[in-house]
């Protein structure tokens, strides 16, 4: 029972790293109806945005001296890798829908799609020529502790801290979603777009505001990442599995539905770690295409998703 | 009809005059030669599914990996010959193509593209994995069997039977398919199947073209046939526009050349060292040709109806005229 809750755990906050990049994938689905397959790839910039930030963060906010004991000065450090990392991250996601998607919004399906595929071939290979192809040490942030007294359970400080500030997110982004003006007017336009700048929205602004939020949110997952593994190191390819199974998340809960993605995330993190403590290390990333490959013969809406009829 | 049999016929007469001159070819350009023979076979074989009948696959280099290994495995095992080999191959990756088409051509674009890309990893470790053919290291065929005769027979046949393909009854479904898939269904056309056909069919040239290689590069390697190369292929079908073959057969000989020019300007002292960095990396310029193509030439570099060919086409009227 303890080996399954140990299991159960670190599945969770696998998964809500999943969720937080499926967050990406379905926000944009919401409004522009296609798979932006240079996500995965935005993520591995925000791990490269956090490796460059920490030591000019550290120059303003030095880290604590004693990394065995809470300092307020390097959680502060590490808040502020973490929002510069997402800032980074928006701003590239702004950019590249400015420059790429934005033109050819009205273009077939395909040629979007092969369009997001050259976006995504172009950040791995682009990276590897900035920052090398070689995996790179991410420097430790937030120093690690295991929490004493939950019995043979090892639950470490960082492993609740990925899983308050995946929550925060949350709960932040539902408040943009369903509170603010900008919220309304993504859900607007996701509803129908003709309908919503008929309306008097900006559809430019909605969906550029649409692609810096999503990319945040796979900045913020790619560093609550490095957050939750000691040792972790990143290399520009580092993107495309997370990518692909973040995407397999949200599909899972239902592509275009925000609490879908949540959901799937959970679930597919909850069970690639299951799978990979009681079958075999071997079919870890065998299980997302599995699960993809079931979800699209039996259930191609996902978990929370609704049907949608194509209209002729 | 018979416009395309004599063409057949003039290019293999041509060809089997060349052959045997081939061993005065330099190595280097016979490598290169061959290369293109072997790209414009998995280009025109993916232009039937990406451009005439609008599915997009990223995984074709695992039908060529599968063809590739096939055909190296009965010569190197059962001591096979060649050309019965590359047939082995061939049906080989058909029937893989048929065991992915099947289920996953019911998915639509997106979709298709994560699963093709999903079987063509999972062929690639399956390969690493299997100790039998070698594993990650390899595997050795004793003989060079390819030869020029052989690739560029090859090469004619796919384009000619992809051309009469494209021009039957089975060329209007593929093209209904790709055109509005929910008024075909309406029209009582089975779209799965023109799908179906138009995969399996790239598939078996696809495991053609693996085969050729096979016995041309006398070693092969389950990296070799990556999602990288893949990428390879879409692109040939991309920059050649997609569903003409013409212009698939020109893109396959420019992006053959194209690497080896790059090389040579990489090491050129003159340029900057990060412009030579970028150049080093094909990737990137590939992806940037992705990106701009789409955005500015979505159908294709040697399209017909793009502005310089009405041009041509308005002198030609007023010539005549």
Known sequence: MTEFLQQLINGLSLGSIYALIALGYTMVYGVLKFINFAHGDVYMVGAFAGLYLAPWVWKVIPQGSDPSRFSWSTAGGALAVLLLSMAVCAMLGVVIERLVYRPLRERPRLTVLITAIGVSIFLENFGQYLFGADPQLFPEILPDRVIDGLGDLTVSVNQVVVFVVTLALLAALSFIVLKTKIGTAMRALSYNPVAASLMGINNDVVIAFTFGLGSALAAAAALLNAINYPAYSIDPLMGILPGIKAFVAAVLGGIGNLPGAVVGGLILGVLETLVVGYVSPMYRDAIAFAVLIAILLFKPNGLLGRAEKEKV | MNRPKTWLLLFVALIAACAPFQDAINPYYFDILITIGI????????NLVTGYTG????????????????SAAVTVFLGWGFVVALGVGGLGAALAGLAVGVPSLRLKGDYLAIVTLGFGEI????????????????????VRNTGLFGTYLAAALT????????????????LTVRDDEIAAEAMGINTTKYKVIAFVTAAFFAGIAGGLYAHFKQFIHPEGFGFLRSVDIVVIVILGGMGNTPGVILAAIL???????????????????????IIKNRMILYSLLLIVLMLTRPQGLFSSGGKWTQRWQALKRRGRA
């Open chain 2, 39 to 46: 790209n414009i076979i998995l280009g025109v074989g993916l």
């Open chain 2, 55 to 70: 599915q997009f696959s990223l995984g074709h280099a695992g039908f060529m990996a599968v063809g590739a290994y096939l």
């Open chain 2, 123 to 142: 062929i690639r470790v399956l390969l690493q994995n299997m100790e039998v053919v070698g594993g990650s290291r390899g595997l050795s065929i004793p």
């Open chain 2, 159 to 174: 384009v000619y039977v992809v051309v009469l393909l494209v021009h039957s009854t089975y060329g209007r479904g593929f």
């Open chain 2, 255 to 277: 992006l053959t050349i194209l690497p080896e020019g790059l090389r040579a300007l990489a090491d050129w002292e003159l340029l900057p060292g990060g412009l030579r960095g």
